[in-house]
């Protein structure tokens, strides 16, 4: 579209003036003044005696833009995908280990009538589904098995565009399950899956200096307000039950462990004993006990087992029957023995930057008592960290762009380095946009912030062209050229980006239509454009003064005059007046 505009502006609108004829005005017709010629006089006597304490306003500005960066890493949160306007809501169900298939779904079905009687009419549906947890092959905190259920809770129309998301959140952590092991409820964020909130990977060879260290951290970040649902990813096997045989009362009877194993095998599991034919079709013979017979440890314990002279004997003659825990699911990272944290955070008291650095607070402080383990940041941590890493190369290619564009079209490094500058004095209006109106800072917005980067250097590239062309004219002395020019191309300047504000307000606000997509970064663009048009009318006269002022210095030295800015025209470098 900026292509088609260009052809429109440079061919087609030349022709069509041409054809709208009307009456050129006479040069010598003095101009009408109005209310906007006045402004422009008491802007360039403002200017005036800002050019003249440049130096004064560089520090000044530089201060604006570190107080503009303070204010976004202290004052704004930060959220990689902030679930605004959620439309899903996710729960999800771990039910005790060996829990059938139908025990999961009836307690889901339980849970679902639950979630539509507390929430009420904010619900629109709900739906779930046994045996799987994940929302897809990319979720990292799905799961599968007969244990584990997914919840769907889809909010109403109302609940969509007028009900924070923690309040909803709220309702539904109310919600307990009696006969479940674990029952959590998350939002559905607008974007890619980030994983937890909290989620980092302990590492050593000490599995028992590892337990300790976790249970220490666990319990520390438990007092911390905003982080909950703290838990280590340990996944346990099913429950065994251990047959302790007694070797010397086995082989008084005449029986083998191996007989002994083989009759319990038998039993639960069967053993195929021959082939049949059934329908013209081959088929084994599995022979075991019925299904009501092997429910129950007392059921093992009346298994018979045939000694070598035919008798069968009961186990529970020589062995004895014990239920135990299932062995720990061994993890490894980078060859070590590892264990996740993962955890929750409130997002009105807590996010997932603030509550990791707490994280990694508690860590270094115990991990003096345990040097051997070691610490890796996962989940959202992890895709913050690449997306933020992905977003500043392609800042950098588009600062390396517009930077290049700028010394092809002024010949020389130090100027465009001037436009380059008014790129900062957007974050303030950005900064202080977000923080009033209460918004995190968040992926979508930095993104804005690259596109604001290639809009907000057309300001500066009007007032160095102007002030280049008053330069070569050499009529004046440049602090009157950089006055004048600041003056004449006023207009010009919030013209241009009025219009362009004027375009993104509606999206930024949500007026005819909200996307949560597009809202940070419209919104971004438009404080940010707003308060950068404003601050480059008087930081770029300041900025080409010092600009002179340093090229004066240099040119003062023999040695140093080959670091100078040659490229203006002589007639043009004038020595500013007194005051300068």
Not at 292 to 320: F, Q, W, Y
């Amino acid at each position: 579209s900026l292509i088609i505009s260009l052809v429109e502006s440079f061919f087609l609108l030349p022709m069509r003036l041409r054809f709208a004829g009307g009456k050129t005005p006479n040069i010598s017709d003095e101009p009408q003044s109005d209310w906007f010629d006045k402004f422009i006089k008491k802007f360039e006597n403002f200017m005036t005696k800002v050019i003249d304490y440049r130096k004064i306003v560089f520090f000044i500005f530089g201060g604006v833009v570190f107080g503009s960066l303070l204010v976004m890493t202290v004052g704004n949160k930060f959220i990689l995908f902030p679930p605004e306007q959620t439309e899903i809501y996710v729960g999800r169900l771990e039910m005790p280990r060996g829990t059938t298939l139908d025990k999961t779904r009836a307690e889901l079905v339980r849970v679902a009538k639950e979630i539509k009687t507390i929430v009420g009419e904010d619900v629109k549906w709900v739906t779930t589904r046994a045996g799987i947890s994940s929302m897809g092959p990319t979720d990292p905190k799905g799961a599968t098995g007969d244990p584990h259920g997914l919840i769907l809770i889809y909010a109403s129309d109302y609940a969509k565009y007028n009900v924070d998301y923690t309040e909803y959140l709220k309702k539904l952590r109310t919600i307990q399950s009696d006969v479940a092991k674990d029952l959590t409820f998350s939002e559905m964020v607008n974007g890619p899956p980030v994983g937890d909130p909290i989620n980092a990977t302990f590492r050593s060879n000490n599995i028992t200096k590892l337990n300790e260290l976790l249970d220490k951290i666990i319990g520390k970040l438990s007092q911390v307000e905003g982080i909950f649902d703290l838990k280590v990813d340990d996944i346990r096997s099913e429950k065994e039950i251990k047959v302790d045989i007694d070797y010397a009362k086995a082989d008084r009877l005449g029986l083998s462990v191996d007989a002994i194993g083989n009759a319990i095998r038998t039993a639960l599991s069967g053993t195929m004993v021959s082939k049949v034919t059934l329908d013209n079709k081959e088929v084994d013979l599995n022979v075991r006990y019925k299904d009501e017979k092997r429910k129950e440890l007392e059921d093992i314990k009346h298994i018979s087992v045939m000694d070598n002279r035919g008798n069968l004997v009961p186990v529970s003659t020589v062995a004895s029957l014990r239920e135990t825990n299932g062995q720990l699911e061994i993890k490894r990272f980078d060859f070590k023995r590892s264990k996740t944290l993962t955890g929750n955070v409130d997002g009105q008291k807590m996010t997932s930057p603030l509550a990791n650095a707490k994280l990694k607070e508690v860590f270094k402080e115990l991990s003096v008592d345990y040097p051997e383990v070691s610490l890796v940041f996962g989940g959202e941590a992890e895709s913050t960290k690449e997306s933020m890493q992905s977003l500043a190369r392609a800042g950098l290619l588009a600062a390396m762009g517009i930077f290049g564009l700028l010394v092809f079209l002024f010949k020389s490094y130090l100027r465009p380095l001037i436009i380059m500058s008014t790129i900062p004095l957007g974050l303030t209006g950005f900064s202080i946009a977000f923080y009033f109106h209460n918004r995190p800072i968040s992926f979508l917005a930095l993104i804005g912030i690259i596109g604001l980067a290639g809009i907000i250097v057309n300001s500066g590239i009007v007032l160095i062209s102007f002030i280049d062309q008053l330069k070569e004219e050499g009529k004046i002395p440049l602090d009157q050229i950089l006055v004048k020019a600041s003056g004449m191309r006023l207009r010009a300047v919030l013209v241009t980006s009025l219009t362009t504000i004027s375009g993104l307000v509606p999206t930024a606000y949500g007026i005819g239509g909200n996307d949560a997509m597009l809202v940070p970064m419209t919104l971004a663009m438009a404080w940010g454009l707003t308060s950068g048009t404003f601050l480059t009318l008087i930081w770029v006269p300041c900025a080409y003064a010092l600009l002179e002022d340093w090229n004066r210095f240099l040119l003062k030295f023999k040695f140093l005059k080959r670091f100078a800015d040659t490229s203006d025209n002589e007639q043009g470098s004038q020595i500013m007046g007194e005051k300068a």
